[in-house]
């Protein structure tokens, strides 16, 4: 398709495991952009990504968290040792460089649940 | 502390009437501001931003009014329509900061 997309769209996990989530971003869309969002939250940044390259790392929470992006293309972002405050809507947007003062075109999510 | 605030988070209006959705951010730097909306189990679609050198963006039905003097912004859908019931969110950021998002106001067009 033409837009961002994630997989999976959900997922449910016991507390502890690692999870790994994907993003496919809009073909061409050089920046990468990871946020969540947890119930009657907005959106919280995660982490941005132009090409390859994270410069700007600053909303990952804590050091379970960690994300990768290869061939400028596809992101994987991945929880370890999940816990129940993890729970949340995972979004992935891209754009179509790396400035900020561009609208970001987000994908559907995937709706993580930590039992 | 919330940087951008939205603090209706529910608003219903008639069909055909204005809708009028408010956001007041607390960060002078920022400079530049858009509006998202979305609808259940889909990610947020971009509607219409606008720069901090301008106070006014229109768009069809959709106008963003920017009071730089307030820290105040507000999206206007005339006429509304049933299909415009989502939740909106309000983003800003300046420079090459990342989007701080609003916790969004869920808007409900009544037919």
């Known amino acids: 398709g033409a837009g961002v997309s994630q997989s999976p769209s959900n997922k449910v996990t016991e507390k502890g495991k690692d999870v790994e989530l994907r993003c496919d971003p809009i073909?061409?869309?050089?920046?990468l952009y990871w946020y969540r969002q947890s119930l009657g939250q907005g959106l919280e940044f995660l982490i941005y990504f132009q090409g390859n390259s994270a410069p700007d790392k600053s909303g990952l929470p804590s050091d379970r968290f960690s994300a990768e992006r290869t061939g400028g293309s596809v992101s994987t972002l991945t929880i370890q040792r999940t816990q129940q405050e993890d729970s949340a809507v995972y979004l992935c947007?891209?754009?179509?460089?790396?400035?900020?003062?561009?609208?970001?075109?987000f994908g559907d999510g995937t709706r993580l649940s930590i039992l | 502390d919330q940087q951008v605030k939205q603090n209706s988070p529910s608003l219903s209006v008639q069909e055909g009437r204005i809708s009028i959705l408010n956001c007041d951010y607390t960060n002078s730097m920022f400079d530049y501001f858009l509006w998202y909306k979305k609808y259940p189990a889909e990610g947020p679609t971009f509607l219409i931003s606008?720069?901090?050198?301008?106070d006014k963006n229109e768009d069809g039905r959709f106008t963003v009014f920017l009071n730089k003097s307030a820290k105040h912004l507000s999206l206007h859908i005339v006429p509304s329509q049933p299909g415009d019931s989502a939740v909106y969110f309000c983003?800003?950021?300046?420079?090459?900061?990342?989007?701080?998002f609003g916790k969004g106001t869920r808007l409900s067009v009544i037919a």
């Open positions: 606008i720069s901090s050198i301008k």
């Open positions: 947007a891209s754009s179509l460089d790396g400035h900020f003062n561009q609208p970001q075109h």
């Open positions: 073909s061409g869309h050089t920046a």
């Open positions: 983003a800003a950021n300046s420079g090459n900061t990342p989007l701080v």
